[in-house]
């Protein structure tokens, strides 16, 4: 088997898709997963992005649907967790706008973080890398989704998908630690098609994507970090061929970041097979 076949078939990618399906299967994906564990809904930090914006539509048409059919109480609580002001909040209030999520709530990471960065350097005499500390931002963020699920009982949604499963593009413990994540198994242009079939503002899924976690760097682009295109990485994970070059560091990124996948891999796959 090939590796570009293993990564396809580990991740699950569908090289088509029908966009009202997928968005009827994960919203009763997570309809199950709420009767199943008994929690009573789901929490998301919105960045404004494409898949904070299309996870938490989802989670909010779960709750609702839940509530419709049931006669119980389920809610969605979106969170907003900007490190002080975040440059793109117009985005992230566009996003809510779109969800329109029954509860919002908004938790400034800043002086978690900086008290963290402090505490590092008081310990070592030596400060964390702008990288690293941006590793502790997406960390925080988590923790404060885990808090307010502990709090409320509800299950804290992820945002990862295939394109960002298959290079490792996220924070372990941090963005990749989450009980469902309900995107699982689409690559960057088929989560596009769910929004455009959802109704969503052009802006949310045309916005250039970014983690957003370096200071010095502000919205530096994920393609430009990767050193290859979203485009090119849907087209690996439909089996298509890509630039020599790009496959190679695709592949780089997938088999030095698959110690990030394995538990990941390991639960969604189970479900998904329910």
């Known amino acids: 088997m090939s590796l570009q076949k293993e990564i396809i078939d580990e991740l699950q990618v569908s090289p088509e898709i029908a966009p009202e399906v997928e968005i009827i299967n994960r919203v009763d994906l997570l309809k199950m997963y709420a009767k199943a564990t008994g929690m009573k809904g789901f929490v998301l930090g919105i960045s404004g992005g494409q898949d904070s914006s299309l996870a938490g539509k989802l989670a909010q048409m779960a709750v609702q649907q839940l509530r419709e059919e049931t006669g119980d109480e ?8 900007p490190y002080g002001v975040q440059h793109d909040e117009d985005d992230a209030q566009q996003a809510l706008r779109f969800i329109q ?3 919002s709530v908004t938790v400034n990471i800043k002086g978690a973080v900086d008290a963290s960065f402090r505490s590092f350097k008081e310990a070592t005499g030596e400060e964390l890398s702008d990288f690293l500390k941006g590793n502790t931002k997406a960390r925080e ?3 404060v989704q885990y808090d307010l699920a502990a709090h409320y009982r509800l299950i804290v949604i992820g945002t990862d998908h295939a394109a960002e499963a298959a290079t490792g593009f996220f924070t372990k413990h941090g963005d990749g630690a989450c009980d469902i994540a309900p995107l699982f ?3 960057k242009r088929q989560g596009k098609q769910l929004l455009r079939e959802l109704g969503s503002p052009e802006s949310l899924y045309k ?3 970014t983690a957003d976690l370096e200071e010095e760097r502000p919205g530096f682009p994920d393609e430009e970090a990767l050193g290859i295109t979203y485009d090119e990485i849907d087209d690996y994970l439909e089996g298509k061929e890509i630039k020599r070059e790009s496959k190679q560091r695709l592949e780089s990124h997938y088999l030095k970041t698959r110690h990030k996948r394995e538990k990941e891999i390991t639960l969604y796959t189970d479900w998904w097979k329910k």
């Open 74 to 81: 389920y809610t969605f609580v979106a969170v907003r967790l």
């Open 101 to 103: 999520p029954d509860r």
């Open 141 to 143: 963020r988590m923790k």
């Open 185 to 187: 198994g689409l690559n």
């Open 207 to 209: 916005k250039v994507p």
